[in-house]
């Protein structure tokens, strides 16, 4: 009788899944993309009303041999009741037979994977000397950046947190001096501006309006705009020397372009930059933005890598099918 394996929030944090061993399984999947040899479609957006919509992202590859779909649910007013505002879950299944294989949380899995996927475009859109990370948004993702941006950019020493309400910089901030960086928490979101790595998760609320200005960004900068752009003013994000994106085809895909705040062409994507084929930042003061809405080969990815750990540690629970 076959099983499946059933992986928590708590046991995929227990598995420990490192940011070097996550922008590895990236790497290597994109290489696969590259080549043309995995299956992705563009994801599909179910909207309610503005800050409420629910996702679903699809994707199969051969090496490790798995396809997966993530169902997500954002509600923008969740914080209000205590909840995260994204929550999703993952299905896994066998590449060549169809067979379920795993359930997973798919919440902690994408602050993981989105991580990972903007330290990956940091390995070649950063300046390896940057110093300086700010946060425009402190939520879960602000967590998940420091430690991957950390890892691929080890000389980051000062944290820089600004967000819209004072009380979750202040938390992060907390969270920055335990773990041995300078931090400080600030009033205007052009202090974080100021620093060579931006990072950028305000998250979809009704009446949003652009309030960051890419024309401040300094020489040199890096911005993972992890929120699809929505606080910048779109109009001056051409102005910057790299725009990338995590797939062009899905970019350029009518509906997911219509939510990015620059609709492309991109300079580069995650498959060009690890194949080489786009070449990443090629000046010290050029400024760059990896703008992306989440691909579902990331979560594949990712989720590939923590069956293989729970295999290894004997973590999770086997239901029967």
């Known amino acids: 009788m076959s099983k499946l394996l059933y992986l928590s929030s708590a046991d995929i944090a227990a598995l420990d899944i490192t940011p070097?061993?996550?922008r590895a399984a990236l790497a290597h999947a994109f290489r696969l993309h590259a080549e043309g040899r995995t299956h992705v479609q563009p994801k599909l957006t179910v909207p309610v009303s503005p800050g409420h919509?629910?996702?679903?992202?699809?994707a199969a590859m051969p090496?490790?041999?798995?396809?997966?779909?993530?169902w997500v649910g954002v509600a923008a007013d969740n914080s209000d009741r205590?909840?995260?505002?994204?929550?999703g879950l993952i299905v896994v299944s066998d590449f060549s037979t169809g067979v379920p294989v795993a359930v997973m949380d798919g919440t902690s899995l994408t602050v993981l994977r989105t991580a990972a996927m903007s330290a990956l475009a940091a390995s070649y859109l950063a300046r390896p000397d940057s110093s300086t990370i700010g946060f425009i948004g402190c939520g879960a993702q602000a967590y998940?950046?420091?430690?991957?941006?950390?890892?691929?950019?080890?000389?980051?020493?000062k944290v820089v947190c600004s967000s819209r309400g004072r009380s979750s910089a202040e938390r992060l901030a907390a969270y920055a001096r335990e773990h041995g960086f300078e931090a400080e928490a600030v009033d205007s979101p052009d202090e974080a501006l100021a620093c060579d790595v931006v990072v950028s998760t305000v998250p979809a609320q009704?009446?949003?309006?652009?309030?960051?200005?890419?024309?401040l960004l300094r020489p040199g900068s890096f911005v993972a705009a992890v929120d699809l752009g929505r606080p910048w003013h779109g109009e001056v994000l051409r102005?910057?020397?790299?725009?990338?994106?995590?797939?062009?085809?899905?970019?350029?895909d009518p509906s997911n372009r219509a939510k990015l705040r620059y609709p492309g062409p991109f300079d580069a994507d995650l498959a060009s930059l690890v194949t080489g084929a786009s070449p990443g930042r090629t000046d010290a003061k050029q400024?760059?933005?990896?703008?992306?809405?989440?691909?579902?080969?990331?979560?594949?990815?990712?989720a590939a890598e923590v069956i293989a750990e729970a295999g290894r540690t004997g973590r999770g629970v086997h239901l029967p099918l």
């Open 63 to 70: 090496e490790p041999p798995f396809a997966a779909t993530k």
């Open 144 to 157: 998940g950046h420091l430690a991957s941006l950390r890892d691929v950019l080890p000389g980051l020493r």
């Open 53 to 58: 919509f629910f996702q679903s992202l699809c």
């Open 239 to 252: 102005s910057l020397d790299i725009l990338a994106t995590d797939d062009h085809a899905q970019a350029a």
């Open 287 to 302: 400024r760059a933005m990896f703008l992306f809405p989440g691909f579902a080969l990331g979560d594949l990815a990712i």
């Open 82 to 87: 205590g909840l995260p505002n994204v929550n």
């Open 20 to 22: 070097t061993v996550a």
């Open 206 to 215: 009704p009446g949003l309006e652009p309030f960051i200005d890419a024309s």
